[in-house]
């Protein structure tokens, strides 16, 4: 069906053949406009993902965070030769993005924490390098990889991973780069699904943790593995499902929305699980003391194998 617009006041010559149709080779009609819908439901999801923060900014820890992470965004959003000439130096590295680096920046308590070319913090470095060195992920063969609360840092690059079906999910289906709601908890795929999972930062906020363990463990194929990180304190694990206000969340869990503060027996809970569990630190990854300070890589990580 043409969807060419009676022409107004052109020359015979100049006008539109009355059949034309739109050069769009899917055959919408109006391409532009769907483009520009789409663009415009990203920036709504964004403006409301502010409005729902808004009360969280009386919380000091989530504002220092807050600041930080729009710095970071404010960052990527330069190209990044510019991201790399104001950043360069010799004292840093980033395996992620393979810059070199006069310092990294603070997030919130943590200091010399993100890459300012990247946007990468310890523990996505420390993934990095444990997929480069310790997995088959990148040698093109079909994998399916299940990533959990996807970091914008690490989504965009599996996203090019050749033969990598990479499927990032969340709560939150607003969040970038999100291609399904999923409640860890209730995983709605048939077991055996799944290369490898991806769950960085996540199950402290997670009521029934455990359940999310099994859940992964069911989904994960025979000799699948799951990279689990979290906050890490060196006493055991603290939690209280009855301690719901903000701040004392902060001062008891290390932050407003944690329901627990986990220690070294977070191995004995994935080995619950059905997993058998290793623990590694950036130092196990590296030739050298030196080199791990280079990538400020201070997180530890959990390798559960199925």
Not at 60 to 88: D, V, Y
Request: aromatic share 8%.
């Amino acid at each position: 069906m043409p969807c060419s617009r009676k022409p107004h006041g052109l020359p015979k010559s100049e006008r539109p053949a009355a059949n034309l149709k739109c050069k769009a080779s899917s055959g919408d009609p109006f391409p532009q406009i769907d483009q520009r819908s789409e663009e415009f439901e990203k920036v709504i999801k964004s403006v409301s993902r502010v409005i729902d923060a808004m009360p969280l900014l009386a919380q000091p820890h989530f504002r220092r965070q807050a600041f930080a992470s729009a710095e970071r965004a404010a960052r990527r959003s330069l190209p990044l030769g510019i991201r790399r000439l104001i950043s360069h130096g010799t004292a840093f590295e980033c395996p992620v993005c393979e810059s070199r680096v006069s310092r990294f920046r603070d997030f919130g308590n943590c200091k010399n924490a993100w890459c300012p070319v990247c946007g990468s913090m310890p523990w996505h470095r420390l993934a990095w390098l444990f997929f480069q060195n310790k997995t088959s992920l990148f040698d093109g063969s079909p994998k399916r990889l299940l990533h959990i609360a996807p970091e914008p840092e690490l989504a965009k690059r599996f996203l090019a991973v050749k033969g990598l079906d990479y499927l990032p999910v969340d709560l939150d289906p607003r969040r970038p780069y999100v291609k399904e709601r999923m409640d860890i908890t209730e995983i709605e795929y048939p077991d055996h699904s799944f290369d490898g999972i991806l769950c960085s930062h996540v199950l402290e906020h997670v009521p029934d943790d455990r359940k999310a363990m099994r859940e992964f463990q069911r989904v994960l194929k025979p000799g699948g593995w799951a990279l689990i990180m979290v906050p890490l304190q060196l006493n055991p694990t603290v939690e209280d499902p009855t301690c719901t206000d903000p701040r004392e969340r902060e001062r008891r869990f290390g932050q407003f929305d944690h329901v627990r503060i986990y220690g070294p027996d977070l191995a004995d809970r994935l080995s619950e699980a059905g997993f058998s569990v290793s623990q590694f630190s950036g130092r196990d990854l590296l030739s050298s003391d030196a080199e791990a300070h280079r990538m400020k890589m201070w997180s530890k990580a959990f390798h559960c194998s199925k």
